[in-house]
């Protein structure tokens, strides 16, 4: 059984610049979630996707948009990026609700945004 | 008021002592409580669950809930200096995951 990938794992990008993180789900989780994890915090909710539709999201502006697709995976951009957007970006994955499923965590994309 | 709270911490407990980390949440409605470690620079690795008032146990680790109190704790026994790490109280809220900030637990030899 395959895990929660994400891609890539680390990235530096300039202040105004656009990035498209990428996650594969875990084999036959049809739910992913996103993560944003800045130094010293715990993860805060940007949003979530179910069967290629957003299905709930955080207190996040919209320039951090998703995308999920037929075959589950998933992408997060971020456009216009600021420097408060460093953070590790974590994808989880799940089938159905989190009662039936716990949410299991990719290894994260380490932004760093100068 | 913070949604789910947790000590920051550090908790420093002696190699071979029970540690106990704590977790308060806000939202009665909350059905589903989780615990996941995280060790420095890595991802959150999913520990233990639990939906029913009562204890839980798997192996050295139990988690405790008790929803009239909002309140959720993890006890690990026999801790190791390996179990040093942050460990993250979750919760459900309708269609998410709310997180704590995570306490620090030092294991001493």
């Known amino acids: 059984e395959t895990g929660v990938t994400q891609s890539p794992t680390h990235l530096i990008k300039t202040r105004g610049q656009q990035v498209t993180l990428r996650c594969s789900s875990q084999?036959?989780?049809?739910?992913v979630s996103w993560y944003q994890q800045a130094l010293g915090q715990g993860p805060q909710f940007i949003f979530q996707?179910?069967?290629?539709?957003?299905?709930g999201r955080g207190n996040f502006p919209p320039r951090f948009s998703g995308l999920q697709f037929p075959n589950y995976s998933s992408e997060l951009n971020v456009n216009a990026l600021e420097l408060d957007d460093s953070a590790l970006y974590l994808c989880a994955s799940s089938l159905g609700t989190f009662y039936n499923s716990p949410l299991h965590f990719g290894n994260g994309t380490r932004l760093t945004v100068t | 008021q913070k949604e789910v709270e947790q000590n920051s911490g550090p908790l420093s407990v002696p190699e071979g002592a029970i540690a106990s980390l704590n977790c308060t949440y806000s939202?009665?409605?909350?059905?589903?409580f989780f615990w996941y470690r995280q060790y420095s620079g890595k991802s959150p690795e999913l520990i233990m669950f639990?939906?029913?008032?009562g204890d839980k146990e798997d192996g050295r680790f139990t988690a405790q809930l008790n929803k009239a109190s909002q309140y959720v704790s993890l006890l690990i026994r026999d801790s190791q200096p390996s179990d040093s790490a942050t460990y993250l109280c979750a919760v459900d809220n309708t269609d998410k995951l709310i997180f704590g900030t995570g306490t620090r637990l030092q294991v001493f030899p």
């Open positions: 939202d009665r409605g909350s059905q589903s």
């Open positions: 996707y179910y069967r290629e539709e957003e299905n």
């Open positions: 084999s036959g989780h049809n739910t």
């Open positions: 639990i939906y029913s008032n």
